[in-house]
């Protein structure tokens, strides 16, 4: 397990403001042809996870089938975060509020498509209750939580008692593989297809004006980056290949003008050639 601590403190009641945009999306169709259907549970001959939705089509429950279709167990919908693949899933096992010691408690498993266990861990995440929580602020416990589409690795975030942010990167075997550490909240968190590489929003920086800056987390390191990204309108993807060997690990990431609000310039990047600020790379583009 490797640790990175991230220290660069910054008003967190900005983090909701400025003119920038800049989110994560989790980019699939990237991913393995033999990816399964968790909607319809494709594959008659494996273990898989399906979905099973009312007469309006809402989700309402995941069920384990077996390879002769028979229902193993069965989990409500809204209490689990399905991989892509349909490999596993994450249940939220149970959650527990304890505002008298200032801490929510929150027990997650990790289940396989054999409605095995993998992992079962509980984390304390301490949003302040004690201390002027300011609920109008917009400020949570610091919890999030993800796993990647392939299934094999998941992250959390909470808040430690001394007011550190904290990211965990979780094997699918429940092995802590890497962990960033930052004063600063973490939000808009994701995670790349293969787990190797996860991102989160920080508070906006200021100086002469605002701007948004990401913290890219590489999970095989343990290293952690912060890009900067000013003056533009950006938009994080990641993109991970099964199909091209060339573009495996890398991050995409997509650009998108002010004044040309439907043209895009794309880059990709691998971790160690990410830059401090994004704009080196409008910069050095084609060059």
């Known amino acids: 397990m490797r640790k990175t601590r991230i220290i660069d403190v910054t008003n967190v009641k900005k983090y909701f403001f400025g003119v920038l945009v800049c989110f994560f999306s989790m980019v699939c169709s990237f991913a393995s042809d033999d990816a399964p259907n968790v909607s319809t549970g ?24 077996s390879p002769d279709g028979k229902r193993i167990k069965s989990l409500l919908f809204n209490d689990v975060i399905i991989a892509g693949s349909g490999k596993s899933l994450i249940y939220q096992a149970s959650y527990s509020t304890h505002r008298d010691m200032g801490y929510d408690e929150y027990e997650r498993e990790l289940f396989n498509a054999e409605a095995k266990i993998q992992w079962r861990k509980r984390w304390k995440s301490f949003p302040g209750y004690e201390s002027g929580y300011d609920e109008e602020q917009g400020m949570i416990s610091g919890w999030f939580e993800g796993i990647s589409y392939n299934g094999e690795r998941s992250y959390v975030t909470y808040l430690s008692s001394a007011g550190i942010y904290n990211l965990v990167v979780i094997s699918e075997t429940g092995k802590e593989l890497a962990r960033a550490e930052s004063t600063e909240l973490l939000y808009d968190i994701a995670i790349s297809p293969d787990g190797r590489i996860v991102a989160s929003k920080l508070p906006l920086g200021s100086g002469n004006h605002e701007y948004q800056r990401i913290l890219f987390l590489d999970v095989d390191s343990g290293k952690t980056k912060v890009v900067k990204v000013e003056g533009e309108n950006w938009e994080g993807e990641f993109n991970v290949s099964s199909r091209d060997p060339l573009l495996f690990g890398k991050i995409l990431l997509s650009y998108q003008e002010k004044v040309k609000p439907n043209s895009y310039k794309r880059f990709y990047v691998k971790f160690d050639d990410l830059p401090e600020d994004i704009r080196a790379l409008v910069q050095n583009k084609g060059k």
Do not use: T
């Open 42 to 65: 494709a594959y008659a001959k494996s273990h898989h996870i399906e979905i099973e939705k009312n007469k309006d089509g809402v989700p309402i429950k995941v069920k384990f089938v």
